[in-house]
């Protein structure tokens, strides 16, 4: 349907035609100037469209419509702007009732028919009647008034976004050259900002997009590493169980066999560990601490460990931090892990017989690659090996999950690929940052850097997360650290006690029967509380059989030797007693022990509960079901220990 009979524009200038009707004369320089500025100061494009458009008004027309093109495709009358308040009442029924129709002659569909500005100089009567959805729109249209009209379609790289259609509502209405000059420089700025407002929008989706991915693969790692654990867990302790010959004695190739089990289910379970770390830190639930600490103490802890690996390969490792001051702000757990997997990597890449040198110094400068914010002063620890090195396009990659190097080169060392991604993002929770210099086939230099600072200077460092857990795993690792000079130091205890003279009768190697298996146990107990949200009082509970058959073969075990109740209490005071001198002895001076020592405790409790259970189920196997129970210490607890284990935590929890 023809709307009009060809694009005419009047040769009347623009003043004398605004005058006629009463029009004010402004600069279109600043009506443009002043539009660009009300467009770009939201990205809510579809009221800023309006309003612009209703700016325009006193130049170009009696009122305006503006249809926009949704991103679908489809087409929708975004407003009906009128200056005078009272038509504006009309204009918002109209909209509501009048959307746009692709036969329509004016409009966005005018304009995505021609990509280009229209001006229809005559509106007829039996036009206006067709483009009416109804009377009550008829009725409308001739009360506002449609006489002339000018569309202007919206452009963004050469797609049609919509229109504005400038109504003239008087009849002889002309619109000027310089009427579409200021409409299509209008219609350009609108344009973009709509175009902007859609970018903009299209990349929060895709952002939260990725945020959902990323929480998504962040839970399934969580849950799958949570759930792959238990079974791992369970592997290692039957083969400990075996191990201990109680289905009867091993051969050595059996038992070699065994220790290849063992060996592959911790490094099984240390992967699965690093992959549940790199969940936290991605989903934003691992804390760090902030507290003052010097850094020999968390090189001499790293040292500790990794000693026998450098020894493996003849590798000399110099330690050039010494037992200098210099101190930095930040979590002494993760960085003494931080420097571990450093340390570990510089050995693994390291030919035979070389050396790795380990530095530190406060420093007020930075290198460009180093995120930190602030002016210093920061502490630099450089762990510096004369390695396999990296290339320099590869540089970025190595710290991404996952990523090797060079796989024909890394294959014989093995490895996740995840040491140093969990590595750098602690070192960024922190404050700090991980970077590394590497020259192929020479060697690379990682350096951590941390918020430095001097001694005395953070009495107000504030704590953050749970430091009672972290505590927890820190002594599980110290105690099967070190469980070779706490057996030792538990026996001699154990002779020393004037109160166990059952000790005296019983051999070494009768004394530590179980006992290494059983604080193996303990120390996998307390490990497992910084990813639990249960008490550390329940762990023994909540599955693990492996510990819970241990402890109650203790317990049985002690039985079998003639010792009392009162005996096997005293028995795992000694060893409880052991183990918290130990760890006096040798826990990182930054870890505040005593906060933990009451979950450990709790623990033990647990732990002595299910060896009573032991030892009063190894008495009645040896005198029957009704057997005489009066030599225990309170025939009461005794009868509860032998109740089953649910009982008992119904009896607890009342």
Known sequence: MAMHK????????????????????????????????????????????????????????????????????????LAIVHPDPEKQALARRLEAGWPPDRDDPFGAPLAMLTGRSEVIPEVTEPVLAAVARNQENLRILKELGIASLLVVPLLARGEVLGAITFVGSQDGHHYTAEDLAEAEDLAARAAIAIENARLYR?????????????????????????????????????????????DGPLTEEQRTKLERIQASSQYLLGLINQVLDVAKVESGQLTVTREQATVAEAVEAALAIVQPVAAAKSLEIDNRCGRGLEAYLGDPIRVRQILLN????????????????????????????ARLAGTGPWLRIDVEDSGIGIPHDKID????????????????????????????RLARLMGGDLTVVSVPSQGSRFSLWLPGMQQGEADGAERSGNQDSRGLAVMAHLILERINPLMEGYVQRLRSDPGLPEAASASDVELRDHTHHLLSGIAGALASVESSSHPAGDLLRDGNTIQRVVAELHGAQRRRLGWRPEALGRDFANLRETVEQELRAHAPAALQLEHSLPALRRVFEQVQWISSRGWNLARVEEFGPNADLQGAADETAVLALMRPEAEREKAVAD
């Open 342 to 369: 450093l340390l570990v990597n510089a050995c693994k890449f390291s030919a035979p017989r070389a050396r790795i040198t380990i530095s530190c110094d406060t420093v007020n400068s930075i290198v460009p690659e």
């Open 202 to 246: 299209a990349a929060q989706r895709a952002q939260a997009a990725a945020e959902e991915a990323s929480r998504a693969k962040s839970q399934f790692l969580a849950i799958t590493s949570h759930e792959l654990r238990t079974p791992i867990n369970a592997i290692i302790g039957y083969a400990q169980l075996l191990e201990m010959g109680l």
């Open 6 to 77: 060809e694009r005419e524009i009047s040769a009347v200038p623009r003043a004398a035609n605004r005058g006629a009707e009463g029009g004010t004369v402004r600069s279109r320089g600043d009506f443009l100037s002043h539009t660009s500025r009300v467009l770009a100061d939201s990205l809510d494009y579809e009221t800023t469209l309006a309003a612009v458009a209703g700016l325009a008004l006193p130049d170009l027309g009696a009122w305006c419509i503006v249809d926009v093109v949704e991103e679908t495709g489809a087409m929708r009358r």
């Open 397 to 424: 990659a190595v710290f991404e999950p996952f990523v090797q190097v060079d796989t024909e080169l890394t294959r014989d060392v093995g490895g996740s690929g995840l040491g140093l991604t969990i590595s750098r």
